[in-house]
């Protein structure tokens, strides 16, 4: 049978598919029937279902199905008013000669829609390109390098904006962007500003503005969870953390460092959002604002993809907490 | 003698100048001496001091000269700790011959460092070449057409950000500029959005969402104050009132009409800033994004010119009601 | 067999009765049975049950049967901890005959308990007796005539206080009637004012204060609902439109207009209420608090007429978030 | 020399007046001279000026003169920048004989505009009339009488609104005779409510809700001030202190006194204005509403009287931290 | 069979208990079948399960078992995913002769893990040996004496911190011994003030603040409930009237009575959390924060007893509205 | 002459003082007589008075005095309306002899009442009797051995609370104190806790929650001031990098080092006081409340000191933002 992915499935098709499994949960219904909750994803699509124990999976189920391992699965999906379930025909935990089938767990976590080291190589370069000051660049730069691997797939948050592998990246990246575009734009308006805007300050800070997420945040199979020191710290500490710990032995001026420890500090504005200082710096400013946006966007974006409620507005309950425009209705 | 900028005067410097009067009040010393404190300006600086009663221009001070007018003045320029003076030696009223010397009214009120008519020909160009409806383009460009010789001077407020003249122009340009790369930068990035973002839309709003300016702000010769309705209304609620108005006739689809109304309508964002709804579209929340950074840019930016304060920061006594950091110190 | 209303049935009888279909959703339990939620309503009582796809009744349902439409239904009426049911024994749409038997759309929607008419005529009799001023007195008469159909039925809202048929009507009435007392009584206690209160445009204010209800909801057989421009702009701005968009062609003094405009635009005081200025004359000043009061008061007493919580006070769960003391003990 | 008052002197105006001393301060000028700053007043205007200390009436300034008396002053009236100031030409304590030039206390302090007798009895009158339980109307009737003299002249404040003598009756009557008409209208609105709104609860609480003034404030020469006990306990808790102090001995339901105390403590219905609980009673809703409309309405007035500010809009600086709008240009 | 407490029993265990009926309501299933769903508890173990009427035990659960009784019940204790449940196999209510067997209510309550008698008491000797003062030592001791039954049972609240039968006594006294120690501690630090610390006063601030629980909260069977006057009032308000009503007839100075009058008013500090004055006393300054303090400390110690979730934190849902740090953990 | 303290000094009292110069202004008056406006201090009281450039000390005083330097006076002193003064009789730099007459820079500053050694080494002793694990307490120690010359004379703040010489340890020590209690106390009623309460870490979390002050505070003559990278970061996480940065090369379990930085993160409680993280452990619980209550008392006692208010409460304007009780009047 041709293998088929989770998420491209019709109501009623047939198919295998390789996917992770999330959850396994142990419950009794109303009446004393004792199940398995149990969830299964690729990339795009979740689906979750109950697995009765004295059904033909039972056993199974019980004694050899982990959530956070890989499985090849043949299946019925079906569409129904509890949401996207699957009946199962075969199981059996993902082999190495899958590959060849073209199985990689990539496949069953959702992530960016971009090249992820296509991403990283173009912060790197801008990194290079933008940060005129010796010092500064080969800081970013040694952050960037030290950290590659892990930000190849970092997510960055657990629930919100950009809460996906890869997630890290796309953010990281387009903030640069923007950054990028005001720093050169605001020069050129207030090019008599004491001290004069440092653009090469703005890149740097755009980079480094979320990379306490490295600490903050831990990957599972279930999804990124807060550590314990992002629970009791935060990435706000976290991340200039990094960043003092990196200049140990570069030749970094020491004003320049502390305005961008100050970007990261300062980079969620108010202090009910974490950060303890306003931005008091217009490289601050910069880069909360190109942030703010950029979650914001991303957030509104997904919630319009999302939301299922009819009509012209989204429902309230979504991460922004606010009603969506979605349009048709232009009645007065 | 020859004509100078009461600006350029260095303490001591005797010159003739061109200044507007812009403040006369009556008042008495705590011991009971009568004077009056007078206030002339140029387009950049402002002097402040009294005139005596029984000194030798008492007299004409009371009857004859009169705030709002503009005045050639011999004087004696000197810093004090009470601020920058003058010593008069000579003063009268512009006359029609002084245009020859140089004299034109906007030497004596602070404005944009800009051109206006530069600044207003690139608005409606790209009005023109960003909107890719037709009737929306229509409006804009009307709008912009009607009400062109007030805005090329229009302050963008009262006080706080861009509160000179040319202030409209130069900070909605700014706005709409970033907007352009806004819009392009995250319509590529969210291809599938559903509706897709109308970049269009964005322009119009960037150029529009401060619009009501007009009917809110008045200038005088004192400076920009706000009308009745300013008051009682608000710039939001007005601007939309001149989009509205200026769409009778025209054919603009009326679902893009009340989005263009909503940008205009959330651009502040919080009700405690005067928007009664937050941005439920995409396109409201990048005008209000770009918006917000330009005009705290700009605060920002004249807080570090402005303020005396001695030390590693700015006062906390500024638009932004924070304290800035300057620099120089890098101590921990 | 008798006509009766649903909402006078008792537990265990029999009737026929005429009501309005509000939903039909199609559901499966959680073991895969399917069926469909149906809701049924008069005027008073609403009703919710299951009709099960393999029940007599299921064919019918899926394929017939659309909310929106009025139903003659024979059926037995149950209280059950499901709260109020029907089991059906007959049902048809309502045909032109059935009104010899009393049927009316308004026997099966929510409504005030006051006579449309009536109220309406007495808000017309009101401007035209206390609005001393011709153009104004004009412009609310126009306003009132032009809307006339559509007030007669209006709520005040979609939830919360005043939310159905005539709810406008009875709200607006019994604001204005308080206005027109506090008018009388606060000009007569400060006469010296200046400028002195302008009864006329309290009254005025009173009766417009929501007008702009007409834009933001639409009646549905579901109930009331927000349209597009409704959440996007919002019936404050809305009404304020009404107005202007009235007082075209009509000779009515500017300031007085503005001052009305005010009157909208303040009247629910706080901008995260909704209004982008406080109340900045005395004539706003009063609206906002006849208008506050009305709403608080009738939401006070929905509560504690709709209330099941057991004890002496109400649950917080309601409009007022807050808890309302039904009395009976009064233990210290 | 005829006896005049000092509100009705013009500039420039000598005159025999009756004045109360209120202030008597002494001070040094920056260069050392020593003087003191004096103030007196009588019932609508209050002057404050220095008297040199070697100037005629240095020496009886400093020995005998006492804020707290009331003098007759012939003296010539100025109105200077630094305000209304007196020249004094005479000045002598007040005798038992000026009572037959119409000297009174009374004159020299800022009052009411109306008979406080008169006031008194209506409230009383509207005791008896309107509160229909014989054991609530007793109690309220019983702290009437028991206070009379105090509330004849007792303020409503030490500032804000009704901060004069008699201010407690005129703001209390006024309260009182909105709820008569409230409760009126709104019980035969919702005569169904369970329970039924208590109209007399309404009125007892009316002209209760504020007796707690008469422990937290005192009157003095220079005007009302709070009490040790008004500012650690503050006057809602006090007025429920009176009430059921008076309660000892009468034979009042419990249910009904727990509801008047209700209505006392949460008249301000923000916990942050004072009320430990928002009104949960519609008693409760409806005085708060009556009680700030009237100190709401009182102030603006008072601003709309005092405030110097040229222009459509007052200051903001007022006891409604907020700009009026006080009209005349309607220009958009 | 051997009396167990229903809190030590294990799964599958089968005992004779002592328990008291906590809830009997009537429900039926989404399909009709009617059940009751009863709770029993002891004093550390609530377990809640359904009786179906069709069941052996439908009848007597109808027609005999009632909330608030105590029963003596055979079952089998099972932990279930629906928590824990028990099986009946007998069930009779207590009677005389169970005392021999050991039964007693206070097994069936939750409450303190301390001798309510021995807290009691050292309450008591707390008083009379740390309050200097004779009238305030008097008062504070009559009060204690007074309510001594009362207070050996009373929990400190209906929910949040110490909600259990002598849970007032363990918070009080914990609260007064820190005050003890903080009062010498800061007397000794700033003897200088003006005026000197009140020990005494510290001492019963911390004693009577809670007093007005005694008025607030009710214990019934089901837990303890807000009053009609705990729920209009506030206990912050009774517990000063229980002091002032205890004051009549003694020798107490009047400002110290005042002083712990407003001790008692001010212990919440934030108007929003219920003190309409805030600490104005160092004496009041005190014993807030000992209050506050020992409320956090036990609702976070309670918080981490209870909590279930998975991981190095606790939920977010729980009295605190935040997550508490479990440990474990400590990766960066 | 006999040598004196200038806090010494009664009206008219001529003497040789010991004093630090604190101010040197340049100003002219309003009629532009230019003169300075010089201040000088011992450890209590501060004068502030001007030289005329025209008088005798003109040239000195602008040539040679420096705010920072100390001088030998002598001086007549007065109390006057504008404050303490002084008429200068002799000026001269301090010199190496005054040493012999009892001259030191401490009796210049406004400093602790306790012996700084004394409550340094007690703090020492406290960290290596309190703390248990070996690990904590050599970091600990390690971090006040280190820092042993500076937190001698640290302040704890440069306004509000302990903003003094040796301010630092006071508060400290205080603090520390309350929390060694505090953890004896609480472990003592939660023994069962989990994780136990670690009393250790409680010890530890006082000592050196406030040690970011050493980076963020600089000692002036003029007083302490805020740091560059105290105004960008903040002494929270500067305090948490001098612990980080200590510990590196000791052997302190990883989590027992995340709690303690978390102390640290969280002992101001609210994001806007500067806490990017609630406590979320008892041990920042207790922290916390010892902390602010410390901070509290110190303040609320220096405002009964200092503030000049007449009256029962003090005036509003103070650091705790709110009126001081301090008694006298207990009138109702």
């Not at 657990?158 to 050169?184: K, M, P, Q, Y």
């Not at 653009?199 to 903050?216: C, P, S, Y």
């Not at 509104?300 to 309230?316: C, E, F, K, P, Q």
Request: glycine share 8%.
């Amino acid at each position: 049978m041709a293998i088929a992915m989770l998420s491209d499935l019709n109501h009623g098709q047939e198919a295998d598919i390789f996917v992770l499994m999330t959850a396994k949960e142990e419950l009794t219904t109303r009446d004393g029937k004792p199940y398995f909750r149990v969830g299964f994803r690729d990339s795009v699509r979740e689906v979750s279902f109950p697995i009765w124990s004295d059904s033909p999976w039972g056993v199974d189920c019980r004694e050899a199905w982990q959530p956070g391992l890989f499985y090849k699965v043949r299946a019925i999906y079906r569409d129904t008013s509890y949401g996207p379930q699957l009946e199962l025909r075969k199981i059996r935990e993902v082999c190495t000669a899958d590959s060849a089938d073209g199985f990689s767990p990539a496949l069953c976590l959702p992530q960016t829609r971009f090249d992820a080291k296509l991403m990283f190589e173009e912060l790197l370069a801008t990194a290079e390109e933008r940060i005129g000051d010796a010092g500064l660049r080969g800081l970013v730069v040694r952050i960037l390098e030290q950290h590659r691997e892990a930000l190849l797939t970092l997510p960055a948050a657990t629930h919100n904006h950009h809460a996906f592998i890869g997630g890290w990246l796309e953010h990281v990246l387009s903030v640069t962007r923007t950054c990028v575009h005001l720093a050169d734009k605001y020069d050129e308006y207030y090019p008599e500003m004491q001290p004069r805007l440092n653009k090469g300050l703005v890149v740097a800070g755009a980079i480094l503005h979320d990379i306490g997420k490295l600490r903050e945040i831990e990957q599972r199979a279930q999804g990124a969870e807060y550590t314990a020191a992002g629970n009791l710290i935060g990435h706000i500490l976290q991340g200039r953390d990094i960043v003092r710990e990196a200049a140990v032995g570069l030749e970094v001026d020491s004003e320049i460092l502390l305005r961008l420890e100050h970007v990261i500090v300062a980079h969620q504005r108010l202090p009910e959002w974490g950060s303890p200082k306003p931005p008091m710096t217009p490289e601050a400013l910069i880069v909360h604002y190109a942030d703010d946006l950029d979650a914001k966007y991303q957030m509104m974006s997904a919630i319009l993809r999302d939301d299922t409620n009819a009509g012209v507005v989204t429902s309230r309950k979504n991460a922004l907490h606010q009603k969506i425009f979605r349009g048709g209705d232009s009645a007065e």
